[in-house]
């Protein structure tokens, strides 16, 4: 392997560390969901299996090639669970159950194909199950609106969508079926690339997000008045903008969680905020 791609491993490596630990912490914050959470994390156990299975092919090829189909099987279950819970649509909310449960009985089936020394029919179907995921997820995508947590992110996601649709099964599938034909096939540079884009869109998103939440920060007694905020709801926004939780903030001012919540939605009610950021970007300039 070229010392250029071992070193955009690194870095690829690095950054969707990185990401994972901002997105946890996002999340604390209610600014991330925690299917996010785990599409990064999918992804990284892709990308590692993929590395593995260049290193130690040799010597354990068997074992390297059910780890990046169970990977690639995570990937594919956790990818149209993120969309659907960042996107406006009318699926059912059965289809999430039904993406559960094929993911599960295909992560089982692997294994126990892998037992039996048999994954000739499995790892055609877990490729098949890869690329249909991740191409119907890049149009829903495509053709929907995003919730309000990332409405801001609506046009680059719109590209990545694209660019998705067309690199990222053509490449999975060209570098497992390689594998499984016996190529001495690096990991390359498209996959690597590809993560780095997707991993350093998010970690800038949710870095930019957090650095509003200021403890500093400080809302001028007009910007409240502007919105007709009762003294409680007004309390409270401030504490959202210095980066309060709904937990803290409960615990701060006595009040039960559920009761946080609906003053923060007559917040973004009046003031026609559609997430903290927005409300920040309202309240303090």
Wanted: aromatic share 8%; charged share 15%.
């Amino acid at each position: 392997m070229q010392i250029f791609e071992v070193t955009l491993l690194i870095i690829t490596y690095s950054l969707m560390l990185l990401t994972i630990f901002v997105q946890i912490v996002c999340y604390k914050r209610n600014l991330e969901n925690l299917e996010t959470i785990g599409l990064t994390v999918s992804l990284l156990f892709l990308i590692l299996t993929l590395t593995s299975s260049y290193f130690i092919q040799e010597h354990d090829s068997e074992s390297t090639g059910v780890f990046t189909l169970l990977a690639m099987i995570l990937v594919a279950a956790a990818t149209p669970i993120n969309v659907l819970i960042e996107r406006k649509h009318r699926i059912n909310s059965k289809i999430r159950l039904l993406i559960i449960s094929l993911g599960g009985v295909l992560f089982l089936t692997t294994i126990l194909s892998a037992i039996l020394l048999n994954l000739i029919i499995i790892q055609y179907v877990v490729v098949v199950f890869l690329v249909l995921s991740i191409l119907l997820s890049m149009i829903l995508i495509r053709v929907t609106k995003p919730n309000v947590k990332i409405a801001h992110r609506e046009k680059i996601d719109r590209w990545l969508a694209l660019a998705i649709m067309i690199v990222v099964p053509l490449s999975l599938a060209a570098n497992y079926l390689s594998e499984l034909n016996g190529l001495n096939n690096h990991v390359g540079f498209t996959l690597p690339m590809v993560f780095l884009v997707l991993t350093g869109s998010k970690l800038l998103d949710d870095i930019q997000r957090l650095s509003l939440f200021n403890p500093r920060n400080v809302i001028e007694p007009d910007s409240l008045a502007n919105y007709a905020f009762t003294s409680r709801e007004g309390e409270i926004a401030e504490l959202l903008v210095k980066g309060k939780t709904y937990k803290q903030i409960s615990e701060q001012l006595f009040i039960s969680i559920p009761t946080v919540k609906t003053h923060v939605s007559n917040i973004y009610k009046k003031s026609k905020a559609r997430n903290k950021v927005e409300l920040i970007a309202l309240l303090i300039n």
